[in-house]
């Protein structure tokens, strides 16, 4: 039996994987801020858009577990307008990435020799500006497109900056990019165009039971190296510029000053 800890757990491929796990035994826990979690799974309320509620976020799992088997990092939200967090960052990139930094730092202590940890992200799959270093909250003119853009590249180089920053973990680090999914991206995209994006995805995209099926190969038969990427399960070269380590180390430092700028 192993310990699962799912973020963004509370629906979608979370949810499914969390249902699946649960049903084979194994311990699973889901963090959100819903109130109902799939049968037999316990729920971790908290918050992932700040810092404060992501440390907190991390207590409760080190509280409730002596070790974290497979941590699944799958907290996001598609914002259509700027919405920025109680500690000044925008939130798109607050809950998809300072998030993962902040819950993986704190809980590496209780992630064993042979952890799998699996962010749900970009895989250098999307398009688009990516980092603006010296605009991180996106102060200028917003489009929802460019914060994806920019959390899904930090996203990518957190992967591929763990080991240099962990170098004595054992920890296996997956960047996984299910592809185009029917999980109700359309309600967070509003309006007609959320309306014509369901209608697509229910007649072109993978059902998250399939996404879900994926996800749960990872963990039960986890990849040997520290590092693995994928698209919808075909594998991604880690020698491309997204995986850059000298930028996922300036990431790091941005991600320490963050962190540390919002604890105090």
Same mark, same amino acid.
């Given at each position: ?10 629906? *979608? /491929?979370?949810?499914?994987?969390? &249902?699946?796990?649960? $049903?084979?035994?194994?311990?699973? =826990? +889901?963090?959100?801020? @819903? ?94 500006? *990516? /980092?603006?270093?010296?605009?991180? &909250?996106?102060?200028? $003119?917003?489009?929802?497109?460019? =914060? +994806?853009?920019?959390? @899904? ?112």
């Amino acid at each position: 039996m192993a310990n699962t800890v799912i973020t963004g757990g509370t629906n *979608g /491929i979370g949810r499914a994987l969390a &249902a699946r796990l649960a $049903r084979e035994g194994h311990r699973v =826990a +889901v963090v959100g801020r @819903s109130a109902v979690a799939p049968e037999g799974v316990e729920l971790i309320r908290g918050d992932l858009g700040t810092v404060a509620g992501t440390a907190a976020v991390a207590d409760e799992v080190a509280a409730r577990f002596d070790v974290v088997d497979h941590l699944v990092l799958g907290a996001g939200r598609f914002s259509p307008r700027r919405v920025i967090t109680a500690d000044g960052l925008e939130h798109t990139f607050a809950l998809h990435a300072v998030s993962r930094f902040a819950l993986v730092d704190r809980l590496l202590p209780v992630l064993p020799t042979g952890a799998v940890v699996v962010s749900v992200c970009g895989v250098a799959g999307l398009r688009g500006p *990516g /980092i603006r270093w010296d605009d991180l &909250a996106l102060s200028g $003119r917003y489009r929802a497109f460019h =914060a +994806v853009s920019q959390a @899904s590249r930090a996203t990518d180089l957190l992967g591929a900056g763990f080991a240099d920053r962990y170098p004595g973990s054992a920890v296996r680090y997956v960047l996984h990019n299910p592809m185009f999914v029917d999980s109700g991206l359309g309600a967070q995209v509003g309006g007609l165009r959320g309306k014509a994006l369901d209608v697509v995805a229910g007649l072109f995209a993978r059902n998250v039971a399939d996404a879900a099926d994926q996800v749960h190969r990872f963990l039960a038969d986890p990849p040997t190296a520290p590092l693995t990427a994928s698209r919808a399960g075909t594998p991604v070269a880690l020698d491309r510029p997204e995986f850059d380590r000298a930028t996922a180390a300036r990431l790091y430092t941005v991600m320490e000053g963050i962190t540390a700028a919002c604890s105090t």
